[in-house]
């Protein structure tokens, strides 16, 4: 009998000590799912003002932007009169951009999406950054805790699983209770440091952490840095069908 | 001593076919050095005058990071506020001209039928009075400032299939690398001569190139004419003063051209080349000559026996040759010298039409040459012909005195 115990308590002492291998991974990915959770939503419409920092000069601008699922987003420009009545359609790895001065709609897709959008820190592909699923392209593992800010944040870092992502390598500081981002170090696949983002400003909708502004910096570019501030913000909210067509790029 | 002079007109007068062969020689070099003169001064200058309209103009006012990107057509360093700067220059009074050109470099899309072409924003009225652009256009008309409107080199419409009436969509990344675009109609197409202008270079009004690429009050050169283009350097140094009261000197600079690397060094090597061309033609032209003259000499045997039997010392045979020689130098040199000139100042009115072999040059050199004629081209292609037929002479001469005349004689 005091054999039989000994046995089931020296099992159980391996199956215990096993687990404790394995619950790194679990957590990592546990953290992730639980961000994307907070971070994802069906639809969204907000009222975005982006003010982009360059060594020459400092531009503000205003938006309106509505999304849906994970690749179906249209944004019109509010100002400045410069970029007043340009619209931007984006649908899975496309984007149509209607630039009123031409009347004209050009086509954008795949690597270019990496380009500039309106000249910010950010890519046209960054701005619709928020709808994906981030377990869906990357593998996570934790590689500790730190504070930001007062915050104590989990460390990530994720690496690409699909094929062709823009930045191979994340690093994320992720609120420890709010699981959303506070920080992320966007990395290219040869290692080189690409962008900095950093949450300023987090808002609670509901169950809901939201980031209200942020600041990116395109670490290619000297010396600039763009801030984005998400001034109204309404989720999973009705979207008229005929947002999401080329139809709604149209002159008006 | 005119007795050796008389004699040797005879000499020359008596065997004409002999004669004419060390004439004619001489008549070619001589022409060929007056021409070839003649030419390269006028592609040197064609080429310079071409340089400064189109490229360096006399002094150039741009920021001082440009030059470094100017490869790239930087947008990110242009000159701004150039109004109060031309204002200023307005004061100088060796300065005949201020404008500002707004160069970029833009993906042309015509339905599909992409190029890359150099853009450029510039004022109308100023382009015309710096190389009269207005008298190239081909088709169409002129582009004026504050309409969009588009002027495009021939070849480049050609290239794309655009034509005068079709209206063209520039898409470009402005300064601040924001995506935009303007429309412009095609109002005309100009055919300077220069190929590699002619087909990628599009104009548009500075106005509008301002508005397309965000980049109001700005440019990225300001272009300068002189009425003496040797007064650059002075004048630019007089603008780094003007600059320097502005307290704007540590951010723009004065160019003159002879600092604009491309240029400069382009008219060195042409003047070398002028120099080597003519060295050859001089080499060719001594062989040329010495050869009809040994060959005169030992044709001559007998003749030179015969004088030394009758008691010619030789120092009065060299003499006679040297006659012989200078007064067909200075025959074929009036002979040639005249059909040079009269083929360069023929050739400074009408032209010589190289364009099969300008395609390639990226040079602004024309594609038509004309010659630049000065009387000076003449009178050093006389001196070098006289001079070249005299000393030419000397070793057949110094050949026939050394002779032995009965051996002279022997030959016969």
């Given at each position: 009998?005091?054999?039989?115990?000994?046995?089931?308590?020296?099992?159980?002492?391996?199956?215990?000590?096993?687990?404790?291998?394995?619950?790194?991974?679990?957590?990592?990915?546990?953290?992730?799912?639980?961000?994307?959770?907070?971070?994802?939503?069906?639809?969204?419409?907000?009222?975005?003002?982006?003010?982009?920092?360059?060594?020459?000069?400092?531009?503000?601008?205003?938006?309106?932007?509505?999304?849906?699922?994970?690749?179906?987003?249209?944004?019109?420009?509010?100002?400045?009169?410069?970029?007043?009545?340009?619209?931007?359609?984006?649908?899975?790895?496309?984007?149509?951009?209607?630039?009123?001065?031409?009347?004209?709609?050009?086509?954008?897709?795949?690597?270019?999406?990496?380009?500039?959008?309106?000249?910010?820190?950010?890519?046209?592909?960054?701005?619709?950054?928020?709808?994906?699923?981030?377990?869906?392209?990357?593998?996570?593992?934790?590689?500790?805790?730190?504070?930001?800010?007062?915050?104590?944040?989990?460390?990530?870092?994720?690496?690409?699983?699909?094929?062709?992502?823009?930045?191979?390598?994340?690093?994320?500081?992720?609120?420890?209770?709010?699981?959303?981002?506070?920080?992320?170090?966007?990395?290219?696949?040869?290692?080189?440091?690409?962008?900095?983002?950093?949450?300023?400003?987090?808002?609670?909708?509901?169950?809901?952490?939201?980031?209200?502004?942020?600041?990116?910096?395109?670490?290619?570019?000297?010396?600039?840095?763009?801030?984005?501030?998400?001034?109204?913000?309404?989720?999973?909210?009705?979207?008229?069908?005929?947002?999401?067509?080329?139809?709604?790029?149209?002159?008006? | 001593?005119?007795?050796?002079?008389?004699?040797?007109?005879?000499?020359?007068?008596?065997?004409?076919?002999?004669?004419?062969?060390?004439?004619?020689?001489?008549?070619?070099?001589?022409?060929?050095?007056?021409?070839?003169?003649?030419?390269?001064?006028?592609?040197?200058?064609?080429?310079?005058?071409?340089?400064?309209?189109?490229?360096?103009?006399?002094?150039?006012?741009?920021?001082?990071?440009?030059?470094?990107?100017?490869?790239?057509?930087?947008?990110?360093?242009?000159?701004?506020?150039?109004?109060?700067?031309?204002?200023?220059?307005?004061?100088?009074?060796?300065?005949?001209?201020?404008?500002?050109?707004?160069?970029?470099?833009?993906?042309?899309?015509?339905?599909?039928?992409?190029?890359?072409?150099?853009?450029?924003?510039?004022?109308?009225?100023?382009?015309?009075?710096?190389?009269?652009?207005?008298?190239?256009?081909?088709?169409?008309?002129?582009?004026?400032?504050?309409?969009?409107?588009?002027?495009?080199?021939?070849?480049?419409?050609?290239?794309?299939?655009?034509?005068?009436?079709?209206?063209?969509?520039?898409?470009?990344?402005?300064?601040?690398?924001?995506?935009?675009?303007?429309?412009?109609?095609?109002?005309?197409?100009?055919?300077?001569?220069?190929?590699?202008?002619?087909?990628?270079?599009?104009?548009?009004?500075?106005?509008?190139?301002?508005?397309?690429?965000?980049?109001?009050?700005?440019?990225?050169?300001?272009?300068?004419?002189?009425?003496?283009?040797?007064?650059?350097?002075?004048?630019?140094?007089?603008?780094?003063?003007?600059?320097?009261?502005?307290?704007?000197?540590?951010?723009?600079?004065?160019?003159?051209?002879?600092?604009?690397?491309?240029?400069?060094?382009?008219?060195?090597?042409?003047?070398?080349?002028?120099?080597?061309?003519?060295?050859?033609?001089?080499?060719?032209?001594?062989?040329?000559?010495?050869?009809?003259?040994?060959?005169?000499?030992?044709?001559?045997?007998?003749?030179?026996?015969?004088?030394?039997?009758?008691?010619?010392?030789?120092?009065?045979?060299?003499?006679?040759?040297?006659?012989?020689?200078?007064?067909?130098?200075?025959?074929?040199?009036?002979?040639?010298?005249?059909?040079?000139?009269?083929?360069?100042?023929?050739?400074?009115?009408?032209?010589?039409?190289?364009?099969?072999?300008?395609?390639?040059?990226?040079?602004?050199?024309?594609?038509?040459?004309?010659?630049?004629?000065?009387?000076?081209?003449?009178?050093?292609a006389f001196l070098y012909g006289l001079i070249l037929t005299a000393l030419a002479a000397l070793y057949p001469a110094y050949k026939a005195s050394q002779m032995e005349p009965t051996e002279a004689l022997r030959s016969v």
């Amino acid at each position: 009998m005091k054999r039989c115990a000994m046995l089931i308590a020296i099992f159980l002492t391996i199956v215990y000590a096993g687990t404790v291998f394995a619950r790194d991974e679990v957590s990592a990915q546990d953290i992730l799912d639980r961000l994307d959770h907070n971070m994802w939503t069906e639809s969204a419409r907000a009222k975005i003002k982006m003010m982009i920092h360059t060594r020459r000069r400092t531009d503000e601008k205003e938006m309106i932007g509505w999304s849906e699922g994970g690749n179906k987003s249209f944004t019109e420009m509010l100002s400045p009169a410069r970029d007043k009545g340009s619209k931007y359609l984006k649908l899975e790895d496309n984007m149509w951009i209607y630039l009123p001065k031409a009347e004209k709609v050009i086509k954008i897709s795949g690597h270019m999406l990496r380009q500039s959008m309106m000249g910010s820190d950010f890519s046209y592909e960054d701005t619709m950054e928020r709808s994906q699923k981030l377990r869906e392209s990357y593998a996570a593992k934790l590689v500790g805790t730190e504070t930001v800010g007062e915050r104590p944040c989990y460390v990530l870092e994720l690496e690409a699983i699909k094929h062709d992502v823009t930045y191979y390598k994340r690093r994320m500081w992720i609120d420890q209770e709010r699981f959303v981002g506070l920080k992320e170090e966007l990395y290219a696949k040869s290692g080189k440091l690409l962008k900095v983002m950093t949450a300023n400003q987090i808002k609670t909708f509901g169950k809901r952490h939201y980031p209200t502004h942020i600041t990116m910096e395109d670490k290619l570019r000297k010396g600039s840095y763009t801030e984005m501030f998400i001034t109204e913000i309404a989720f999973n909210v009705e979207i008229p069908p005929m947002t999401f067509s080329k139809r709604n790029l149209g002159r008006r | 001593m005119f007795y050796l002079l008389k004699m040797a007109l005879r000499n020359i007068g008596r065997n004409k076919r002999r004669t004419a062969l060390t004439l004619s020689a001489v008549v070619i070099v001589v022409m060929l050095l007056t021409f070839a003169q003649s030419y390269l001064e006028g592609v040197i200058n064609d080429v310079f005058a071409n340089y400064v309209k189109t490229q360096a103009g006399h002094i150039k006012i741009v920021h001082r990071e440009y030059a470094k990107k100017e490869i790239m057509l930087a947008l990110d360093v242009p000159v701004e506020d150039y109004a109060s700067i031309e204002a200023k220059l307005e004061d100088l009074e060796e300065v005949t001209l201020v404008t500002e050109r707004l160069r970029f470099g833009v993906m042309l899309d015509v339905d599909g039928r992409t190029k890359n072409c150099l853009g450029i924003g510039a004022i109308p009225e100023k382009e015309h009075t710096i190389m009269e652009l207005n008298e190239y256009i081909v088709d169409g008309s002129y582009f004026r400032i504050g309409a969009s409107e588009m002027l495009m080199g021939s070849l480049l419409a050609d290239e794309l299939d655009a034509h005068v009436g079709d209206t063209i969509t520039v898409v470009t990344r402005t300064a601040y690398n924001a995506l935009s675009a303007l429309n412009f109609k095609l109002v005309g197409l100009f055919t300077l001569g220069f190929t590699y202008i002619d087909e990628s270079t599009f104009y548009i009004p500075l106005d509008a190139a301002q508005e397309l690429l965000d980049m109001e009050g700005q440019t990225t050169e300001m272009f300068v004419l002189l009425t003496d283009r040797d007064d650059a350097i002075g004048v630019a140094g007089k603008i780094t003063s003007l600059l320097e009261d502005m307290g704007i000197a540590d951010v723009y600079e004065a160019l003159p051209w002879q600092s604009q690397g491309e240029l400069f060094s382009a008219l060195s090597s042409s003047r070398v080349m002028m120099g080597i061309i003519t060295g050859i033609i001089l080499l060719v032209a001594a062989l040329a000559i010495t050869n009809t003259m040994l060959m005169a000499v030992f044709e001559r045997t007998q003749e030179i026996g015969t004088m030394m039997a009758l008691g010619m010392k030789s120092f009065q045979i060299v003499r006679t040759f040297i006659w012989e020689s200078v007064s067909i130098g200075v025959l074929g040199g009036i002979l040639g010298s005249a059909l040079g000139t009269a083929l360069a100042l023929l050739v400074q009115a009408k032209g010589i039409d190289i364009s099969s072999a300008t395609g390639n040059i990226s040079m602004p050199m024309g594609n038509v040459i004309y010659t630049d004629y000065t009387v000076w081209h003449t009178i050093t292609a006389f001196l070098y012909g006289l001079i070249l037929t005299a000393l030419a002479a000397l070793y057949p001469a110094y050949k026939a005195s050394q002779m032995e005349p009965t051996e002279a004689l022997r030959s016969v």
